[in-house]
């Protein structure tokens, strides 16, 4: 597939979502931290719990993809916290610069990149590798998040309150009990989790038609360069390191390259670790992904 049509079937229907956000700010101006927290503690723990219940995927790869998603990033934070030494971040800033580079779009953008890219196969692993990539997000992100301006102790308590580590933990115990759940509930669970990533991208829009770019811009386009460049280096040569092949390899190097995840500015706005400063990240790398991932489509195709 040539570079334009990998852009136009693959990343331009996402970026007609993000517009569509976009324009209802612009004309309705919507309260997102409301809705934020709905995708919070309803749409993505519904998303997690409902993927993970109905994962064809071996489990070989599935422990593949787990561990891949753990050495990943594993790997950028000491990249990421390298950096908040070199720069000399305060308490606050280097928080809200972890969750720019660490916590990546594998739900709203990894979802569909790799869905239209990749086809079934890949959203099955894409599933996979966004419950791994969100129970980091909600157990480190969380603590990142908090740590900036509370203690220790109050920071790990934060953790507990995450429902989509509640919500993994369910679906694996259902699977390795065998449990049968009732019809209404799957169906419950499995069109809440439909609504996670419209309403994510819906929200990234919106956001994105409120953020300015005119403070911390040098910081900003640090962040995004981590993000979108040094992160596909580190992915690309974990993958050949763990011997990934096929849809497996495709899927976690794209995932793991994909912008900066709205469930950042939501821990940061919740924890008031610098918004703004994520909110400038996730608007630069979302739209610097348009060239980096289109490249990066191209290749692995």
Known sequence: MSLLGVFANVLLPIF????????????????????SRVAFYVLSPSLIFSSLVNSTVSGADSSRIFVFVILSTALMALVALLTCRLLRLDRITQSAFLLATLLLNSGNFGLSVNLFAFGEAGLERAA?????????ANTVGVFIAAHGRTNLKEALLSVLKAPMVYAAASAFAVNAL??????????????????????????????????SLQNDIPLIGVATA???????????????VMSLEGVTRQVCIVEAS???????LILATEFDARPQLVT????????????????LIHILL
Not at 258 to 264: D, N, R
């Open 16 to 35: 007609i979502l993000l517009t569509f956000g976009f324009l209802l700010d612009r004309r309705f101006s919507p309260d997102i931290r409301s809705l």
């Open 128 to 136: 996979l590798f966004f419950v791994g990539s969100a129970v980091l």
């Open 178 to 211: 065998h449990i049968q759940l009732p019809e209404p509930l799957l169906k419950t669970m499995n069109t809440a989790g439909q609504g996670a990533v419209p309403v994510m991208l819906l929200i990234l829009g919106m956001q994105l038609a409120r953020t």
């Open 226 to 240: 981590l993000r979108l460049v040094v992160a596909a280096v580190v992915a690309w040569g974990l993958a050949a």
């Open 258 to 264: 994909t912008p900066t995840a709205v469930t950042s």
């Open 280 to 295: 400038g990240v996730i608007f630069l790398s979302s739209l610097a992904s348009m060239l980096t991932l289109t490249v």
